[in-house]
């Protein structure tokens, strides 16, 4: 089993910025993949980054440039830096833990609001 725990969400400004975190543990070990999805209201979850434990990141389009995915396996941590913050990124944050078995672990989610 594997638990996550997020934090750093919040409300922002168009424009600014909010660090996710997301903290695993519990059976942790070989390669595996963490990331981050969003579910706005009304819409399906989507993928927004993710990260693999040798570092190889793949972001959605619609988060190139302003959004970093990063992590620290010392802490089995992953991070999502946001920048460039937008209405349109409001929604709850979900941190996801693939393990090396494909097996799918989620966060509780963390809220996201950017107003105008």
């Known amino acids: 089993q594997v638990q996550l725990v997020e934090s750093g969400g919040g409300l922002v400004q168009a424009g600014g910025s909010l660090r996710l975190s997301c903290a695993a543990s519990?059976?942790?070990?070989?390669?595996?993949?963490m990331g981050w999805y969003r579910q706005a209201p009304g819409k399906q979850r989507e993928s927004v980054a993710h990260i693999t434990s040798l570092g190889s990141t793949n972001y959605a389009e619609s988060v190139k440039g302003r959004f970093t995915i990063s992590r620290d396996n010392a802490k089995n941590t992953v991070y999502l830096q946001m920048n460039g913050l937008k209405v349109e990124d409001t929604a709850v944050y979900y941190c996801?833990?693939?393990?090396?078995?494909?097996?799918?672990?989620w966060g509780q989610g963390t809220q996201v609001t950017v107003s105008s």
């Open positions: 996801k833990f693939t393990s090396p078995r494909s097996r799918d672990y």
């Open positions: 519990g059976s942790i070990s070989g390669l595996n993949t």
